[in-house]
Structure formats: structure tokens, C-alpha cells
């Protein structure tokens, strides 16, 4: 479980391919974190990976085949940098949102506008996701907890601070730019529940959710 509160970067060294699969070694935290833990877990860039080898400066972890395939680190080289954020402990502030660090599709930026000091940022969604994401909702974007401001179709736009900017990868965002997208945990289990619904004409259920504010 994460928050989408990005501790700190990390570059990468290597992404060496095993048959099917792929060790990634990541090293150079932008902020060193505490002690990690051999078989913890950790969100890079908002892929929920198990840390297979700690080094001095870094660490590596095996990526599976359906991880390279489904996200963007199977795109990674030498040099990039990746978010990083360790997992959520018993007590730790929920500054952000619930994330799981499944991610559920890869995006594209579509548009990057300066805004003052802050950037507009529209992202395309794959079609099959443009149902979970809702105005002033939860997103979690290449591992960052960020708010949808508006959304027409399969495009959200997002609005990134000058801190955002600063202290993760989000800064290096250009048109064209690849990211890994994890919709809001209630909205997919609402969708999923709206879907059960759909099938066994539970009007119960139905107006439970209306009661609860989830649907209209």
C-alpha cells in the first residue's frame, strides 16, 4: 500500500533481461531513504516492485515479463530517472491517496502548458479507462498522487505545482511523454459493483450507491 507521495528519484544503472523477465538496478536517490529491507516492498514510478538486492546508493528488483509488457519500465534506459516511494507503514500521514501500485494502463501526454510557476498538463488514458476517472477525483500518475481537474472523453487534465516539478521525474514531462496510470481504488471497485448490478438488477444495491453519493 502506498500514498503517491513521491519520497525521492532514483537513476537508472541498468535494465538486464533474463529470458522473459528483467532485473532493473536502480541507484543515486535524489534523498537517500531509510534502511531499505531486502523483499519489501517499493513503487517505482507507481509499479509496486519487491526489492530483490540492496546495494550502497540503491537497489535492485526483478520486473516479470507481464510488468515490461503492461507498464513503462520495460521502456527504461540507462540514465532515466524513476519516482520512488517505499510502502506505507502503520501510522504514516495519508497525505496523499490509496494506491496499490497495480497499474491499470499506460497514458501519453498529450499537453504541457506553463502556468505561472505551475504547468496544465492534459493526459490520453486508454479508452477502457476514461470511466474511473471523475472531476476533482484521485489519479496516481508515473507513482504521484494528483487531482483531475476536468475530463473530456479519455483526457484529464492535471494542474503540478513548482514542488511536484522539483522533487519528481514529472518535471522532465514533454508531449508525447509515456506514463504509468493507477485509477482511484473506489472507483474501480464502484465500477465493479455498478457492473454486478447491471447483471443482476439489484435495485438494493443501486440505491445504496445513490444514497452514498456514487451514482445519480
Given at each position: 500500500m502506498f500514498t503517491g507521495l513521491v519520497e525521492t528519484t532514483a537513476r537508472v544503472r541498468s535494465l538486464t533481461h533474463k529470458g522473459p523477465m528483467a532485473v532493473l538496478a536502480l541507484r543515486e536517490f535524489a534523498v537517500e531513504p531509510r534502511a531499505l529491507q531486502l523483499g519489501e516492498s517499493i513503487a517505482v514510478s507507481g509499479v509496486c516492485l519487491t526489492v530483490a538486492a540492496v546495494h550502497a546508493g540503491g537497489f535492485d528488483a526483478d520486473v516479470s515479463s507481464e510488468t515490461l509488457a503492461l507498464t513503462t519500465l520495460g521502456e527504461l534506459a540507462i540514465g532515466n530517472h524513476v519516482n520512488i516511494e517505499r510502502s506505507l507503514?502503520?501510522?504514516?500521514?495519508?497525505?496523499?491517496?490509496?494506491?496499490?501500485?497495480?497499474?491499470?494502463?499506460v497514458g501519453r501526454i498529450a499537453v504541457v502548458e506553463t502556468v505561472g510557476k505551475a504547468w496544465r498538463v492534459e493526459v490520453e488514458?486508454?479508452?477502457?479507462?476514461?470511466?474511473?476517472?471523475?472531476?476533482?477525483?484521485?489519479?496516481?500518475?508515473?507513482?504521484?498522487?494528483?487531482?483531475?481537474?476536468?475530463?473530456?472523453?479519455?483526457?484529464?487534465?492535471?494542474?503540478?505545482?513548482?514542488?511536484?516539478?522539483?522533487?519528481?521525474?514529472?518535471?522532465?514531462?514533454?508531449?508525447?511523454?509515456?506514463?504509468?496510470l493507477e485509477v482511484d481504488v473506489?472507483?474501480?471497485?464502484?465500477?465493479?459493483?455498478?457492473?454486478?448490478?447491471?447483471?443482476?438488477?439489484?435495485?438494493?444495491?443501486?440505491?445504496?450507491?445513490?444514497?452514498?453519493?456514487?451514482t445519480s
Open positions: 507503514r502503520v501510522g504514516d500521514r495519508m497525505g496523499g491517496h490509496m494506491v496499490l501500485g497495480h497499474i491499470d494502463g488514458a486508454p479508452e477502457e479507462l476514461a470511466r474511473f476517472f471523475a472531476s476533482k477525483g484521485s489519479v496516481t500518475v508515473d507513482g504521484c498522487s494528483l487531482t483531475v481537474n476536468r475530463i473530456a472523453g479519455n483526457t484529464f487534465e492535471l494542474m503540478l505545482v513548482p514542488h511536484t516539478l522539483s522533487v519528481t521525474i514529472l518535471g522532465a514531462w514533454k508531449t508525447g511523454t509515456r506514463v504509468n473506489l472507483a474501480r471497485y464502484v465500477a465493479r459493483q455498478l457492473g454486478l448490478h447491471a447483471a443482476s438488477r439489484d435495485d438494493s444495491l443501486w440505491s445504496k450507491l445513490k444514497e452514498a453519493g456514487y
